[in-house]
């Protein structure tokens, strides 16, 4: 395939776009992408496409170059050639390991015989808060000081969360501003490597992040109570923190949030310009002076974007 070079990026800016090929792209997924190729783009910055394929269950066949192929007729091509996740086991291994090798005075990873069930069990037993999302915050049952695997199998591998204000994380978002978390309370430990053998999202989005020379990362605000989670991980390693912007999600018609799971329609790209349109106009608030003009052509609107988000940059 023929490749573009890099643009230059003086401020050293690195952006990217992590879609996960569960199906093709929707429009608020596009609008997710967009936001992250404006940010890069009015930064003059690199805009990379990270395949985010770990979660091999859930991944469509073909689905990845179907959002390839959506992504360049929405003219959002990556200056570097996108990479697959399901390639970069060795990179999350070797993060897995280097969390095992860290002495804080207790072992940071350790190995998880609990199921759902033995989770959903000790709540009732324990009756500790949930997390959101419907997962159970982890009880702690495998840590070492509490006995460890008791005598079970191991299934998984988890990262603990310091307890209490330790585990308080705070950081600032680029759109939202401050933001915090209390780790222990909100998530507990949580999972870096599946009982199925597979990566966790959480450790794979980090190693790439920080391997890909990520210094913004720019995605939809459902992602938004991740974050501490990688800040945690990226601290344990050692990794620098890239800046955070959480975009707004797009409601559909039905005033649901666009997702794949409740059913959102694949782009219709019958007019590519007519689509990034009115992805652009989810985007109206970070575009301050931007009006969709009838009739422009793509590579227009997307040139009169960036020059929008870049003021909008300015006059923050
Ligand atoms: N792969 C994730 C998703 O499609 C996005 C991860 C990220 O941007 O950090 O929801």
Redesign the pocket.
Known sequence: MNRPAPPASPGGYRG?????P?GPLHAG?LV?ALASWLDARAHGGAWLV?I?DVDTPRCVPGADEVILGQLAACGLTPDEPPVWQSQRGHLYQAALDRLLALDGGHRWAYPCACSRADIARAHELAGHPKARHGELVYPGTCRPENGGLHGRPARAWRLRVPDGQAGVITWHDRRLGLQQQALGTAVGDFVVKRADGLWA?QLA?VVD?AEQGITD?V??E??TD?TPR?LHLQRLLGLPEPRYLHTPLVNGDNGEKLSKQNGAAALDLTDPARTVRTALMALAASLPGWSPTDGASLSELLASAVAAWRNGLNAR
Do not use: C, I, K, M
């Not at 990217?16 to 996960?20: E, L, N, V, Y």
């Open positions: 990217r776009f992590a879609p996960s569960t997924s997710a990270r985010e999202y989005v992040d990362v995605r939809g459902d992602l991740n990688q």
